[in-house]
């Protein structure tokens, strides 16, 4: 069974400090890992995931996240926060036997404060 | 289309009535998706198209839900004698292949009121 815990319901951060939003998994063997990002009235919009290889993840809007295997983590990175990245945060996974639903956390939300 | 289009956008209706929502995905994309969410819950699995036909519907609640994709282009999502419970945000999401690492690319939802 494949399972997202995504601990913080809300992250308060000031302008132009590093953020982190905090993810761990659950899954039969190795997974495929996303994060998505949702902002009001909008649909959810990729920003990275992680595959296989390098476990620091780069992807859209300077974000990146870190794959950690030992301790099932792939938390959400990003060194410097903007008022405009203030939304809502999902981790999903999907593992690699076939599975055709990517299961998605309960997501946290970010607030940017300037 | 540019990117996946779903209409109503939103929809209200009353206890018992049947609705149909309609995902139109990225032009040339093989798989559909359908998910759910409610109010402070990430998007639940309901779906899953491959082509026209439902490759994993195990996500839907119950026999009250059906989903078709009769070109494997549009799908339409029905629900029958609906609930307050089935009140949600309904997401579409469509991508290239089969599922493993491939990115899912959602609508901006059809929200679903039952009074």
């Known amino acids: 069974a494949q399972s997202v815990a995504q601990p913080e319901d809300q992250v308060n951060v000031a302008e132009g400090n590093p953020l982190t939003v905090k993810c761990t998994y659950s899954?039969?063997?190795?997974?495929?890992l996303f994060w998505y990002v949702q902002y009001p009235n909008r649909g959810l919009q990729f920003l990275l995931k992680y595959i296989t290889g390098d476990n620091l993840v780069k992807g859209s809007y300077g974000f990146e996240a870190e794959f950690n295997k030992s301790q099932t983590s792939f938390h959400l990175k990003k060194p410097s926060a903007l008022v405009s990245d203030s939304a809502l945060y999902f981790c999903a996974v999907r593992d690699r036997t076939g599975a055709n639903n990517l299961f998605f956390g309960t997501g946290t939300r970010l607030t940017v404060i300037p | 289309g540019a990117g996946v289009s779903q209409t109503p956008s939103n929809k209200v209706t009353e206890k018992g009535k049947y609705v149909e929502l309609r995902c139109d995905p990225i032009?040339?994309?093989?798989?559909l998706y359908w998910y759910r969410q409610s109010l402070g819950q990430g998007p639940e699995f309901l779906i899953y198209f491959q082509g026209t036909g439902a490759a994993d519907d195990s996500g839907l609640p119950n026999d009250r839900f059906f989903a078709v994709r009769p070109e494997g282009s549009v799908s339409t999502l029905k629900i029958q004698r609906t609930e307050r419970g089935d009140s949600a945000v309904y997401l579409c999401a469509s991508s290239l292949g089969i599922p493993g690492a491939n990115v899912l690319t959602f609508g901006a939802g059809s929200r679903l009121t039952v009074l």
């Open positions: 899954v039969s063997g190795n997974p495929y």
């Open positions: 032009s040339g994309h093989t798989a």
